[in-house]
């Protein structure tokens, strides 16, 4: 597709479960970063890969939370023993160049919305 | 946890009306970017400013990067029922480097018709 394409799109998870999020870059994209928005909130950072390497993953809130990008394309995001706080909707975006870049900002997709039972 | 100061929190305004929202930080910012998200859907990208005082516009928007590098504002003129949604402001702080993106906490756009 022509966008940055995730699924699922929602995701229901019981407390103590793990689940795995994927994200599709669109094409040919070096950069790929993840982001979590709680409701109501603005989207916060979670960890930034430059093609396989992760580069920054200073916002993941805990060690439950682990992300890969292992062929420097598709990204999975991991989120083991789940919990209620946990849940939001988890945002993948990725832009042509380096993030340092100007002018080459990145591309959302739609997200994951993540309930957390 | 938010870094930003994003106002109004929301907006009831009649169509044809003019819009004015800002965002403010305590910290210095080397970009800033205004982004709109609509239910169900990802943040879009609106408009980028990456020099204190520059002035861009987009259509019927307009935002401007503080001189101060603290604060940044976006107009929308002629609102349109369309343009309906949440307004992020979101910025790059020079300490944190580029990888990393603070969003400010929105503010709901009503258009009434």
């Known amino acids: 597709g022509a966008g940055v394409s995730q699924s699922p799109r929602y995701k229901v998870a019981k407390r103590g479960q793990d689940v795995a999020l994927r994200c599709d870059p669109i094409?040919?994209?070096?950069?790929l970063f993840w982001y979590q928005q709680a409701l109501g909130q603005g989207p916060e950072f979670l960890t930034y890969f430059q093609n396989e390497a992760q580069l920054d993953k200073s916002g993941l809130p805990s060690d439950r939370f682990f992300a890969e990008r292992p062929e420097g394309s598709v990204s999975t995001l991991k989120i083991q023993r789940t919990q209620q706080e946990d849940s939001a909707v988890y945002l993948c975006?990725?832009?042509?160049?380096?993030?340092?870049?100007?002018?080459?900002?990145?591309?959302f997709g739609q997200g994951t919305r993540l309930t957390v039972v | 946890g938010q870094q930003l100061n994003q106002s109004p929190q929301s907006m009831f305004i009649q169509e044809g009306e003019d819009v004015s929202m800002n965002c403010t930080s305590s910290?210095?910012?080397?970009?800033w970017l205004w982004y709109k998200q609509e239910p169900g859907e990802g943040p879009v990208l609106l408009i980028a400013l990456y020099k204190a005082g520059e002035l861009t516009s987009n259509g019927r928007l307009t935002a401007q990067f503080g001189i101060t590098r603290k604060d940044s504002f976006l107009n929308i003129s002629a609102s349109i029922p369309s343009d309906v949604g949440i307004y992020f402001c979101a910025g790059r702080r020079i300490e944190t480097g580029a990888n990393n993106l603070f969003f400010g906490t929105g503010t709901r756009l009503t258009v009434i018709p």
């Open positions: 094409s040919g994209h070096v950069s």
């Open positions: 910290s210095i910012f080397n970009t």
């Open positions: 975006a990725s832009s042509l160049g380096r993030a340092q870049w100007r002018n080459s900002e990145a591309f």
